[in-house]
């Protein structure tokens, strides 16, 4: 017999109790019971001592999470397992994802809700062994033995916490488990504890940054403008003297003897220009010319070219070697 606690409605709160013959073994025994009426402290007050229902998923939550899709479902196991950063941690996204397939594969058994959340605390508790207890394997295994004592048996003075399941469900459970988490029991131990290696990749860069700024405008950038055409072009002029600006005129206005020089220079390179400094050339004296102005314009060209070649061959075997010592380091 089991007593079950109904509260009323209004300003007095009256209370019955509902008596529920508990008949049979395993799912049988609750068979009576419809659990969506009942609330969580009801559904609390029905379990025997030890009971694992509960424990993880309360009633209402269990109720609710039959009810949505496999995506809600591990929204709101992310909430209720505090498993919130499982978009960036790789920890919570296994025992989320871990979660959300053990619960959804339990809803497809037909699990009641008071099998659904005892058996996500098993999961739980599973899982915990691994991580605060560093359990092994086969103390796992005994742990599981240890929670389903008490299944299909005719007395229930014994129980590991699951008396409410029957022995169908017991070993499909069981099987689940053995394919799920133990055939990985490794692979969850390195995951609780295992030490990751760190590789810090880095790369050092020379910046030059300009030199303060002495006139209305920064220095140019080196790649960006030479010095001589930011001289000419873009720096502002210097601030001129009225009084050197005078002395310039003065010497700039000519006189009569300067102008007088000027006149016999002009007649003298008339002279010079009426002689034809060509006349005496042949062809075969420029084609000569030709061949050393040729010789000394692309000799210039092909050594410089030479050089840029080999500093660029230098550059990429030390590239290749430092590729090279990456390679053997790793």
Same mark, same amino acid.
């Given at each position: 017999?089991?007593?079950?606690?109904?509260?009323?409605?209004?300003?007095?709160?009256?209370?019955?109790?509902?008596?529920?013959?508990?008949? *049979?073994?395993?799912?049988?025994?609750?068979?009576?019971?419809?659990?969506?009426?009942? %609330?969580?402290?009801?559904?609390?007050?029905?379990?025997?001592?030890?009971? $694992?229902?509960?424990?993880?998923?309360?009633?209402?939550?269990?109720?609710? $999470?039959?009810?949505?899709? #496999?995506?809600?479902?591990?929204?709101?196991?992310?909430?209720?397992?505090?498993?919130?950063?499982?978009?960036?941690?790789?920890?919570?996204?296994?025992?989320? =994802?871990?979660?959300?397939?053990? @619960?959804?594969?339990?809803? !497809?058994? *037909?699990?009641?809700?008071?099998?659904?959340?005892? @058996?996500?605390?098993?999961? +739980?508790?599973?899982?915990?062994?691994?991580?605060?207890?560093?359990?092994?394997?086969? !103390? +796992?295994?005994?742990?599981?033995?240890?929670?389903?004592?008490?299944? *299909?048996?005719?007395?229930?003075?014994?129980?590991?916490?699951?008396?409410?399941?029957? #022995?169908?469900?017991?070993?499909?459970?069981?099987?689940?488990?053995?394919?799920? $988490?133990?055939?990985?029991? /490794?692979?969850?131990?390195?995951?609780?504890?295992?030490?990751?290696?760190?590789?810090?990749?880095?790369?050092?860069?020379? #910046?030059?940054?300009?030199?303060?700024?002495?006139?209305?405008?920064?220095?140019?950038?080196?790649?960006?403008?030479?010095?001589?055409?930011?001289?000419?072009?873009?720096?502002?002029?210097?601030?001129? =003297?009225? %009084?050197?600006? !005078?002395?310039?005129?003065?010497?700039?206005?000519?006189?009569?003897?300067? $102008?007088?020089?000027?006149?016999?220079?002009? !007649?003298?390179?008339?002279?010079?220009?009426?002689?034809?400094?060509?006349?005496?050339?042949?062809?075969? =004296?420029?084609?000569?010319?030709?061949?050393?102005?040729?010789?000394?314009?692309?000799?210039?060209?092909?050594?410089?070219?030479? /050089?840029?070649? /080999?500093?660029?061959?230098?550059?990429?075997?030390? /590239?290749?070697?430092?590729?090279?010592?990456?390679?053997?380091?790793?």
């Amino acid at each position: 017999m089991a007593n079950t606690t109904v509260k009323g409605s209004g300003k007095k709160a009256k209370t019955s109790h509902a008596t529920i013959q508990i008949m *049979g073994k395993g799912q049988d025994a609750y068979k009576d019971i419809n659990w969506k009426t009942l %609330s969580d402290e009801e559904a609390r007050n029905l379990e025997k001592k030890g009971s $694992l229902a509960w424990k993880i998923l309360s009633n209402s939550q269990t109720q609710a $999470l039959q009810e949505m899709t #496999v995506e809600d479902v591990e929204k709101k196991l992310a909430v209720i397992l505090e498993l919130t950063n499982s978009s960036t941690e790789p920890q919570d996204a296994i025992l989320l =994802d871990y979660y959300t397939v053990g @619960f959804w594969w339990a809803k !497809e058994e *037909g699990f009641t809700s008071q099998q659904l959340s005892a @058996f996500i605390t098993v999961l +739980n508790r599973l899982l915990g062994n691994i991580k605060d207890k560093n359990c092994s394997l086969s !103390e +796992n295994i005994s742990d599981l033995k240890s929670m389903m004592v008490g299944i *299909g048996a005719d007395s229930v003075e014994a129980s590991g916490g699951l008396d409410f399941l029957d #022995v169908e469900q017991a070993i499909k459970i069981s099987d689940y488990i053995k394919s799920s $988490l133990f055939q990985h029991h /490794r692979m969850y131990e390195f995951m609780f504890h295992g030490q990751r290696k760190e590789e810090i990749i880095g790369t050092e860069l020379c #910046v030059k940054t300009l030199p303060a700024a002495n006139v209305p405008f920064p220095a140019p950038l080196d790649e960006g403008l030479v010095e001589d055409a930011y001289n000419e072009y873009i720096a502002p002029p210097e601030a001129f =003297d009225e %009084s050197e600006n !005078e002395e310039l005129t003065k010497s700039a206005t000519p006189n009569e003897e300067q $102008l007088t020089e000027k006149k016999d220079d002009l !007649e003298v390179f008339k002279v010079q220009v009426e002689v034809d400094p060509l006349n005496d050339v042949t062809a075969d =004296d420029v084609k000569q010319m030709f061949d050393i102005v040729s010789a000394e314009l692309f000799g210039n060209l092909q050594i410089d070219v030479t /050089r840029k070649l /080999r500093e660029r061959e230098v550059e990429i075997i030390t /590239r290749i070697n430092k590729i090279h010592k990456v390679a053997e380091t790793t």
